[in-house]
């Protein structure tokens, strides 16, 4: 089968893309609305891009009246904000927390999620998560035909790791255990991916 995307609808592309490029790791975002509430939503157009800065990239597309969702326009508003990495027992939260509510209306809230006060940093980050990327608003570009994307470079400033899945090792390296995160994955249409198995192969000299 060979499909030339050019000759598709664009809703049709989005399907066609979120198909094919598998799994895809999710930024579960807590932003602050006007009122000081949290919104948290998911999204799978996500990844790591520079290390110098550390940048991880989120596009976040545009509610289907054509406004924009609350996520990017709190961060055009305050610069602060926190990228998780759910794990897969958290799935049927993470879930919910992509329903369209209210401006305004807390995902946090309605799905009775717990926050964390963190010492030094503004924002908290959800309790049960493993890791937590604090990020700042490197930049926001606009990128697409016609119903454009925010593309939304994150600037990680900090980052939680739960002691149950992370050590330093005898070299005085950094190890994350994945097997102890879970971590959640995205697939298409309404699926996700779980953990599978680690496999290793040595980069070549």
Same mark, same amino acid.
């Given at each position: 089968?060979?499909?030339?995307?050019?000759?598709?609808?664009?809703?049709?592309v989005?399907?066609?893309?979120?198909?094919?490029?598998?799994?895809?790791?999710?930024?579960?975002?807590?932003?602050?609305?006007?009122?000081?509430?949290?919104?948290?939503?998911?999204?799978?157009?996500?990844?790591? /891009?520079?290390?110098?800065?550390?940048?991880?990239? /989120?596009?976040?597309?545009?509610?289907?009246?054509?406004?924009?969702?609350?996520?990017?326009?709190?961060?055009?508003?305050? !610069?602060? +904000? /926190?990228? !998780?990495?759910?794990?897969?027992?958290?799935?049927?939260?993470?879930?919910?927390?992509?329903?369209?509510?209210?401006?305004?209306?807390?995902? /946090?809230?309605?799905?009775?999620?717990?926050?964390?006060?963190?010492?030094?940093?503004?924002?908290?980050?959800?309790?049960d998560?493993?890791?937590?990327?604090?990020?700042?608003? !490197?930049?926001?570009?606009?990128?697409?035909?016609?119903?454009?994307?925010?593309?939304? +470079?994150?600037?990680?400033?900090?980052?939680?790791?739960?002691?149950?899945?992370?050590?330093?090792?005898?070299?005085?390296?950094?190890?994350? !255990?994945?097997?102890k995160?879970?971590?959640?994955?995205?697939?298409?249409?309404?699926?996700?991916?779980?953990?599978?198995?680690?496999?290793?192969?040595?980069?070549?000299?």
């Amino acid at each position: 089968m060979q499909i030339k995307l050019e000759q598709l609808p664009t809703p049709q592309v989005y399907f066609t893309m979120t198909q094919t490029l598998l799994p895809r790791p999710i930024a579960w975002l807590l932003s602050e609305n006007d009122d000081a509430s949290y919104n948290l939503a998911p999204f799978s157009y996500f990844n790591a /891009v520079c290390s110098d800065p550390p940048l991880a990239i /989120v596009s976040i597309g545009k509610q289907d009246d054509g406004r924009d969702k609350d996520s990017i326009r709190n961060i055009r508003e305050r !610069h602060e +904000f /926190v990228i !998780h990495i759910a794990s897969c027992d958290q799935l049927a939260a993470l879930n919910q927390s992509s329903a369209t509510l209210p401006p305004g209306e807390s995902e /946090v809230d309605a799905s009775n999620l717990e926050l964390t006060r963190v010492k030094g940093l503004r924002m908290p980050r959800l309790s049960d998560c493993k890791i937590a990327l604090f990020c700042e608003r !490197h930049d926001i570009q606009m990128i697409g035909r016609k119903k454009q994307q925010s593309l939304l +470079f994150a600037e990680i400033k900090e980052i939680y790791l739960d002691d149950s899945c992370a050590e330093i090792t005898e070299q005085g390296r950094l190890k994350v !255990h994945t097997d102890k995160v879970q971590p959640l994955s995205r697939l298409g249409a309404s699926e996700y991916a779980s953990f599978g198995e680690v496999l290793f192969a040595k980069r070549p000299d």
